[in-house]
């Protein structure tokens, strides 16, 4: 039962209307506070809350829980508990914060140790990934991309309708919202010569990307189908894959992405729960040819989750670059899950998989540099008057996300980094 998400419900806590954080969204993640003080905590409005504190002092009493589970650096081992008990927790936070409650209202004491305004917080990287795949599911991403290097006649690789393309990623180099990423650098071969060059990337790109992050799931040999997929996916959160597009071109045949992609990605630090998200359940798109059997599903839905893209160049007023949305992945996260595990390949909590870069139908809804500027061939405006065809040095990339429906809006918060010069 997810009584979390029940709309009717209001919060003692004062949450402005327009908030990515309503008592009905309640995303895990990590924060640092006073003296140092790390902790797994939630998000209410503009409140960072202790769980590790609410869980002392006996607020999640009847709910089978390790004594430290919340006294952690990572999700982790909260997430390892899998989703019936997340989902209990989920569900008592809610009713712990409901405006009808007042048990830790009326307890100023409690309250002190338990309540942070998040201006006053660090946030974190959630969850220690272990493993990061990153798959390429958007058909107009691909198609984009694949006009761009191949022509339009060839812009599908044959497999591309038959299977949720994906390769294993850098996961050391995952960084959470607020860490910036230097310019990288490596050998790139310029149009027209004859030799690689070596020095800083020109053609420093984002990709707009959902990532969710997985449970256990089971032992190396076992599959995951896709009826059971949903249970061991925990939650969602924004993910920026940067992207060096000049390296890439250069290095990606026969192997794929290396040094291109492996220099950073970040993510928003809330950890949404897919339970949250059950409001913003859409249709996925059609899929034609139909997939072979271990790729469909009885309810295979995908999430009508806004996405947006802005840039901010130094000292300036942000622009939005992109207007996305989940929704218009072809393959949906079940199929990815299933297909990653149809070979026996195990997964394990804190696992991260990227969507790909999520473009939409129409030039304002493509999700990275490579295809708002199309190859650098007509420049993006910004509100300054600048141009970019690719991204600068002290450009800030945001990216967020939320949904909304029916009068309930909840979202992600946001992924914010700056590009800094390349390192001498
Ligand atoms: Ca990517």
Redesign the pocket.
């Known amino acids: 039962m997810l009584t979390a998400n029940n709309t009717d419900r209001k919060s003692w806590l004062e949450i402005e209307s327009n908030s990515d954080f309503p008592i009905q969204n309640i995303p895990f993640g990590v924060f640092m506070a006073h003296d140092d003080h790390i902790t797994i905590g939630t998000r209410l409005g503009d409140w960072a809350v202790d769980l590790n504190v609410l869980h002392q002092l006996g607020y999640f009493e009847g709910i089978t829980l390790p004594e430290d589970v919340f006294l952690q650096d990572t999700l982790n081992d909260f997430i390892t508990l899998g989703r019936p008990i997340c989902r209990q927790v989920r569900n008592r936070i809610a009713d712990i914060f409901d405006a009808e409650n007042d048990q830790l209202k009326n307890n100023q004491e409690h309250r002190n140790e338990v309540l942070f305004k998040v201006d006053e917080i660090q946030v974190l990287m959630p969850v220690f990934v272990q493993d990061y795949t990153?798959?390429?599911s958007s058909r107009e991403h691909a198609e984009n991309v694949g006009t761009m290097f191949r022509g339009k006649e060839n812009a599908l690789m044959p497999n591309w309708l038959h299977l949720p393309v994906g390769y294993h990623?850098r996961s050391s180099s995952i960084v959470v919202s607020g860490e910036n990423i230097h310019r990288p650098k490596g050998q790139t071969m310029p149009e027209g010569a004859d030799k690689p060059v070596f020095g800083p990337s020109k053609l420093m790109d984002f990709?707009l990307?959902m990532a969710f992050i997985t449970t256990d799931g089971k032992h190396l040999g076992e599959s995951i189908s896709t009826d059971e997929a949903e249970e061991y996916i925990f939650g969602m959160v924004i993910?920026n894959?940067w992207?060096a597009r000049d390296l890439q071109k250069w290095e990606y045949v026969p192997l794929g992405?290396f040094l291109g992609?492996n220099f950073g990605?970040s993510i928003s630090p809330w950890v949404v729960t897919l339970d949250a998200l059950e409001p913003f359940r859409t249709e996925a798109p059609k899929q034609n040819p139909e997939p072979l059997p271990y790729l469909k599903c009885a309810n295979n839905t995908a999430y009508d989750i806004n996405l947006e893209v802005y840039i901010q160049p130094e000292g300036g007023e942000e622009t939005r670059v992109s207007e996305s949305n989940h929704k218009y992945l072809y393959w949906t996260m079940v199929q990815q899950l299933a297909h990653h595990t149809v070979n026996g390949c195990n997964i394990n909590a804190g696992d991260m998989m990227?969507s790909?870069?999520i473009s939409g139908p129409e030039r304002e809804n493509y999700g990275s540099m490579l295809e708002l500027s199309w190859r650098g061939s007509n420049p993006l405006k910004l509100k300054d008057g600048s141009e970019r065809k690719f991204l600068l040095d002290g450009d800030t990339v945001i990216m967020r996300a939320f949904g909304q429906k029916d009068g309930l809006r909840l979202g992600f918060g946001e992924v914010r980094s700056k590009v800094l010069p390349a390192k001498d």
């Open positions: 990153d798959f390429y990623g990709e990307e993910f894959d992207s992405p992609k990605s990227a790909g870069t």
